[in-house]
């Protein structure tokens, strides 16, 4: 059974940094894709970034790009979000996902089946 186990959140100030990291027990994605999708009450889940680790192809959402960074390392099964420049809006609960998403679904939370259970960033202003 997959599971995925997230670490990092946490309070900050505006303008501070965050790391989060994902480690997945119990399977495998070298051949598909890890990433952060985030969620606010009463809202979607978004999209936040994502890296395949076949290719090493790396998506970010506009709202994050030259703020945030997605790495991985492939052989601990596991997957870095960097965040700089923290603002207000960037808090959130972060959820790490994993599967294997195809191009349309990549930023979709339809593209991945296995979920952690959610780390708090919460900016302050």
């Known amino acids: 059974q997959v599971q995925l186990i997230e670490s990092g959140g946490g309070l900050v100030q505006a303008g501070g940094s965050l790391r989060l990291t994902c480690a997945a027990s119990g399977g495998t994605f070298r051949n598909g894709a890890m990433g952060w999708f985030r969620q606010t009450p009463g809202k979607e889940r978004e999209f936040v970034a994502s890296?395949?680790?076949?290719?090493?192809?790396?998506s970010l959402a506009d709202s994050v790009k030259g703020r945030f960074a997605i790495s991985g390392d492939n052989a601990k099964n596991t997957v870095y979000l960097q965040m700089n420049s923290l603002k207000s809006e960037d808090t959130a609960v972060y959820y790490c996902a994993a599967g294997y998403p195809i191009s349309s679904t990549l930023t979709s939370r339809h593209g991945y089946r296995h979920w952690g259970q959610g780390t708090q960033v919460t900016v302050s202003s």
């Open positions: 890296k395949r680790f076949a290719t090493g192809a790396i």
